[in-house]
């Protein structure tokens, strides 16, 4: 038996206002090709299929429109696909008659009965080779609250339900394969990356000790850097196909293809090129001169739909209002596509100072950045508790 693991494709994504239509078919149509040239039986795909809960006609055209070719031209082929955070469980559940027909399995929504009960069967399914079932896939889609069985943590819900879900196959005889969209204790995140955060309030990690040590594979989906999780041969993130920020332009994108032939189980990279490249400069934000001496230096030619999105990195120890038209000027005849200038600003926060964009500077908390004003103007101490408490509810009521 052999399955490929992939996750994080985010169809519909805008890049700064650049659209990714064509990368992401240049994926798909690659990912077309390992399906064919590898013999894979079972494709898993493990959420955030979408950009958007509410994606483009032209999203779903492309989504769909791969589901009816792959599984043409591999006609034994199963599809299980989960639910990922930005996706809208319901909306992906709805055409499940018609994939079904097709070999398709969609979890997006936890189903329970008319007392309460989750429906865990309706999280298994089958894995079947000629018609035999010759495993199970506990297929969990991202949960939300409410979603996993009473616990006094997110993260203790999660175990929870993973723990039930193997308890209801591991004696069958079969082996088990696990897929979920989370956050993984011992996982690297992208820095400054919106679209790994979590949703949920104080999400904590899940920790690796939710999947059994017999389960076979689990396929992870929602960090976009390729890992293990906490050194797990067999506990995975596939990554995302094609870089989603610039803080992602080092990564190596593919999939995971993982062998399972006579007990034995080989788990294997195959990497995929993004065929639009991403660039940062300077490496670290300089002053606008030398930022404009760079530039310089890049390759002329005529920008196209493959020439690389560009970040500038710019210094700004005072207001320069001009720096955005000269900054343009300078990148007229040179083959990049602008993406984002990024104005690095100094900020004095825990004793020293700190060079932030605008972007991270959003992501600091209110909270962090009024203990720090409170510490330094009373000389090193601690912001009282119920300063902080009535703090924290004039924040909370500013959000809502």
């Not at 992939?6 to 650049?18: K, N, P, R, S, V």
């Not at 991403?278 to 310089?296: N, R």
Request: charged fraction near 25%; charge should be negative; proline fraction near 6%.
């Amino acid at each position: 038996m052999k399955l490929l693991h992939t996750a994080d494709w985010h169809l519909g994504q805008t890049f700064f206002e650049y659209d990714r239509r064509d990368e992401h078919i240049r994926f798909l149509n690659w990912l077309r090709e390992q399906l064919r040239e590898l013999d894979i039986d079972v494709l898993l795909i493990a959420g955030d299929i979408f950009d958007s809960p509410n994606p483009s006609a032209e999203s779903q055209r492309l989504y769909y429109t791969f589901l009816r070719e792959v599984t043409q031209e591999n006609p034994s082929l199963q599809i299980i696909i989960i639910a990922g955070n930005h996706d809208s469980a319901a909306r992906l559940e709805a055409p499940n008659p018609l994939l079904e027909g097709m070999n398709v399995s969609v979890r997006g929504v936890v189903r329970r009965d008319s007392e309460g009960n989750i429906d865990w069967q309706h999280l298994i399914i089958p894995v079947r080779i000629n018609n035999e079932t010759e495993a199970y896939c506990l297929a969990v889609p991202y949960l939300r609250q409410g979603d996993y069985p009473a616990s006094e943590t997110y993260a203790q819900g999660v175990q929870a339900m993973y723990h039930a879900l193997y308890d209801a196959v591991k004696g069958l005889g079969k082996p088990v394969f696990a897929m979920g969209h989370l956050q993984a204790t011992g996982s690297e995140i992208s820095e400054n990356d919106r679209s790994e955060r979590t949703v949920i309030g104080g999400l904590e990690s899940v920790s690796p000790d939710a999947f059994d040590r017999n389960i076979v594979y689990t396929a992870l989906g929602h960090l976009h850097r390729a890992q293990r999780v906490s050194g797990r041969e067999n506990v995975r993130y596939a990554g995302s196909p094609i870089p989603m920020s610039f803080a992602e332009k080092n990564y190596r994108h593919g999939v995971v293809v993982v062998d399972c032939k006579d007990g034995d189980v080989q788990i294997e990279r195959r990497e995929f090129e993004p065929p639009v490249q991403l660039m940062s400069i300077p490496s670290q934000a300089k002053p606008l001169e030398e930022v404009l001496e760079e530039i310089a230096l890049l390759p002329d030619g005529e920008a196209n739909g493959e020439s690389p999105y560009l970040e500038i990195k710019v210094w700004m120890s005072e207001p320069e209002p001009t720096y955005k038209y000269k900054i343009e000027e300078a990148l007229k005849g040179k083959a990049v596509r602008l993406a984002r200038i990024a104005a690095v600003l100094p900020l004095r926060m825990d004793g020293g100072l700190k060079t932030l964009t605008y972007e991270e500077l959003q992501t600091i908390h209110p909270m962090d950045i009024a203990m720090d004003v409170y510490k330094r103007k009373y000389g090193g101490e601690d912001m009282p508790e119920s300063m902080k408490k009535l703090l924290k509810t004039v924040i909370e009521e500013v959000r809502e």
